[in-house]
């Protein structure tokens, strides 16, 4: 018997980013917390008065046993500050960032108040990192004790991707889904998105959403191996950029659904994501991806793209990457967007990126700070006006983040004042 006859099509070219959007309208979501601690400094009001004076935190490479020649974004005093006797089962120096950073600007109180409200069941923790805390997992190796970790580093859950979770569900007492999303340096932009479909789908009512990623040999060596790491201080957009500054951060937000004729000041208003599947490193060369990720951001927002008064660019200072998102931006957006990297401010943070710039493009919404590009003067001929080199000061109404990360995994956000 004639088996079934299968009549299979090929899907048009890159139909993934040709097709027409199809993302709805969001309820916004209020954020009732934000902070960062990067080579700025500690806290929210460190990185709006650097970004503010247009000071860098890079600074040359001391990291490591034997620095690699480059400039870094290294945030001070990590190594003091350890953690309280009763979290030291997590220790090192990742769960010591995210410590730091979550005693900053009222983030715990904040927490307190959204658990006294809705119950600890009912509050997500939703975090990215691209590394989580593979520091000391190399320490382990390099102490081995008859082939075995020493036993200070023989805490099996610390040289897992999950460390950072386990940690902050323990620091922070929350009951509720506990998430780490590792999407490389979209990680901790997504977990806006993640967060939101938590919550406007009923399963919890708030979360603490962030990220963190500290400095390792496997970081510095490792993007350097691909010929990513420039020997100076990062130049985005920049004609003779020639690559990244790497740096550590960690960041958070308390986000919380917005009940009926409720009042919330700062709000994520719309998120976009998607992924290029184009390469393992590079992005799409015509910056599709991108394109739709800020495409599906807008129309969650229900704004247009001549809406957005400031975007923080992801603007690593690759060759590779500058050229695609300047393709994307002109094909996009008017001459009137202020549009900035602030990777010269910090260095690239990685998984930390996505929660630090959008807690810069939040400063922006609050204060009016739109930053400058630093390090960069002679901007690549393909810069659009939207890009910009130097620094603004004016209110606004919205702000946008974009975070692109390796395989073209993409995400873009909207933030918006009430």
Known sequence: MAGPVYNFRPFPARSFVTEPRTAQRMPPVAIRAHTATTALGRGRQAQADALRAGRSGLRPNDFSHAPLACWIGRVGGVEDDALPEALSGWECRNNRLAWIALQQDGVMDALRAVVEKHGAERVALVVGTSTSSIGASEEAY???????????????????????GDFLQHATGLRGPCITVATACSSSAKVFAQATRLIQSGVVDAALVGGVDTLCGSVLFGFNSLGLVSAQPCRPFDAQRDGISLGEAGGFAVLERIDGGESAGLQLLGYGESSDAHHMSTPHPEGLGAQLAMRDALARAGLAASDIDHLNLHGTATPANDRVEMIAI???????????????????????????????????????????TLNSDAPDPGCGPQIRFVEDSRPIRHAMNNSFGFGGNNCSLVFGRA
Do not use: N, Y
């Open 142 to 164: 390099e102490r081995l004790v008859d082939d075995a970790f020493p036993p200070d580093l023989a805490r099996p859950i610390i040289h897992t991707p999950h460390s950072l």
């Open 330 to 372: 002109s094909a996009m957006f008017p001459d009137t967007l202020h549009a900035a990297s602030t990777k010269g401010f910090t260095g690239h943070t990685l998984g930390a990126a996505g929660i630090v710039e959008s807690v810069f493009a939040l400063i922006a919404l609050e204060d009016g700070i739109l930053p400058a």
